[in-house]
């Protein structure tokens, strides 16, 4: 819950948007050796209601990610990597 807050606030991402993200949409590394330099970053371009997709293709965007909402969420992938783990 702790990365799902913290990205929330820092990001600005709605609930629904929130709901959406897979890992497959989060940079955490971005590439700051490239020309110009890509931060650690999310893909925000799907959200989840009751009544199915309402992102539009202009309302997607890209959001830069702080470093503090970068560290919840490493340590949130290092935890679901030990629950998958244990779970063999």
């Known amino acids: 819950m702790h990365s799902y807050i913290t ?3 820092l990001c600005g991402l709605r609930t629904e ?4 993200l897979r890992w497959s949409h989060v940079d955490l590394d971005g590439d700051p050796a490239g020309r110009p330099p890509v931060p650690p970053h999310v893909a925000v371009w799907r ?3 009751v009544h199915g997709e309402t992102k539009t293709e202009r309302s997607r965007r890209t959001l830069g ?3 503090a909402a970068v560290q919840a969420l490493h340590a949130w992938s ?3 990597a030990g629950e998958r783990l244990a779970a063999g």
């Open 7 to 9: 990205l929330s606030l």
């Open 47 to 49: 959200s989840v209601r």
């Open 17 to 20: 948007e929130a709901r959406a």
């Open 78 to 80: 290092r935890s679901q």
């Open 65 to 67: 990610l702080p470093a």
